[in-house]
C-alpha cells in the first residue's frame, strides 16, 4: 500500500487473470487520510487497451473511493505474461466542497505552487485459477476385482481395461497399475484353466451318466463340490 500524505493506494501492482478474447477487470481502492477534500486522476502509458472508471474525482476527508481498471481484450498472451504497461496516480488537494468538475489539468501542476503527489502502478498477467478436478462418482477405492460366473458355468473375468483406466484417473503410479494389470491377467488365465477342465471332466461324467442310467457317481459329487469351492474362491 502506498503511504502518501494525500491519498493512501491499494493494491499498489494491478493483476489481471489474463484470458485472450476476454475483457478483465482489476479493482483499486483510495484512501484519503486529510481532512482536505483531495482530487486525483489516473493516468496511463496506454489508454486505448485500458478503461478507468472514475478516471478522476473528489475522495472526501477520511474517505474513501473505488476504481475500476478494465483491460479490453486481447487476441491472444504477450509471451512469459510479460507486461510492460504502467500506470500514473496523481493527488491534490483541491478546495473545500469541490465536485469533479471542479477538476482542472492546474490543479496537478506542481510549478503552480499546488500540493501534488504522484504514484506509479506497474501492470502484470497471471495465470487464471483453474477449478478443480471433478470426481468420478461410484468408484470404490480399495476394492478388489472380482470374477462371475455365467449361467452355463463360464467364468467372466473383470474388464482390465476398465480397472486400468480407474486407477490411472485416480493418479496411481504407473508401476503399481502395471502390476495391478498382471495380477489380473494371471487370475482371469487360472480361473479360464480351471473352468475348461472342469467343463470337460463334467461332460465325461454326464456322459458315463447316461450310459449307466443309473444313480449319480461319487465321483461327479466330488467334482461338483470342487467347482462350488473354486467358484466360492474367486468370488472373495
Known amino acids: 500500500m502506498s503511504t502518501g ?3 493512501s493506494i491499494e493494491p ?14 482489476c479493482a483499486m481502492q483510495l484512501t484519503n487520510k486529510t481532512n482536505n477534500h483531495v482530487a486525483f486522476k489516473v493516468k496511463t ?7 478507468v472508471r472514475p478516471n478522476t474525482g473528489v475522495v472526501l476527508p ?3 473511493c473505488d476504481v475500476t481498471v478494465t483491460m479490453q481484450a486481447q487476441k491472444e498472451a504477450p509471451p512469459d505474461l510479460q507486461c510492460k504497461d504502467k500506470f500514473l496516480l496523481q493527488s491534490a488537494v483541491a ?27 506497474k501492470v502484470s498477467y497471471v495465470a487464471p485459477a483453474q477449478p478443480p478436478s471433478p470426481v468420478r462418482e461410484g468408484s470404490e477405492e480399495g476394492s478388489s476385482p472380482r470374477a462371475s ?3 452355463n458355468g463360464n467364468v467372466n473375468a473383470i474388464d482390465s481395461t476398465a480397472v486400468l483406466r480407474a486407477h490411472v484417473e485416480s493418479n496411481e ?3 503399481e497399475t502395471r502390476a495391478l494389470v498382471a495380477k489380473l491377467t494371471e487370475e482371469k488365465n487360472f480361473a479360464v484353466q480351471q473352468s475348461n477342465k ?17 444313480g449319480v457317481p461319487f465321483l461327479y459329487v466330488v467334482l461338483i463340490s470342487l467347482l462350488g469351492i473354486l467358484l466360492g474362491y474367486l468370488m472373495k
Open 62 to 64: 477520511h474517505s474513501t
Open 95 to 121: 478546495s473545500p466542497g469541490a465536485t469533479t468538475k471542479d477538476i482542472t489539468p492546474e490543479l496537478f501542476n506542481k510549478e503552480s505552487g499546488n500540493q501534488v503527489e504522484e504514484c506509479k502502478l
Open 149 to 151: 460366473v455365467s449361467e
Open 173 to 175: 503410479k504407473p508401476s
Open 12 to 25: 499498489q501492482e494491478l493483476q489481471f487473470p489474463f484470458e485472450s478474447k476476454k475483457q478483465i477487470s
Open 45 to 51: 502509458t496506454n489508454p486505448k487497451k485500458y478503461c
Open 198 to 214: 472342469l467343463q470337460q471332466e463334467l461332460e465325461l461324467l454326464r456322459r458315463q451318466g447316461n450310459k449307466s442310467r443309473g
Open 5 to 7: 500524505e494525500l491519498l
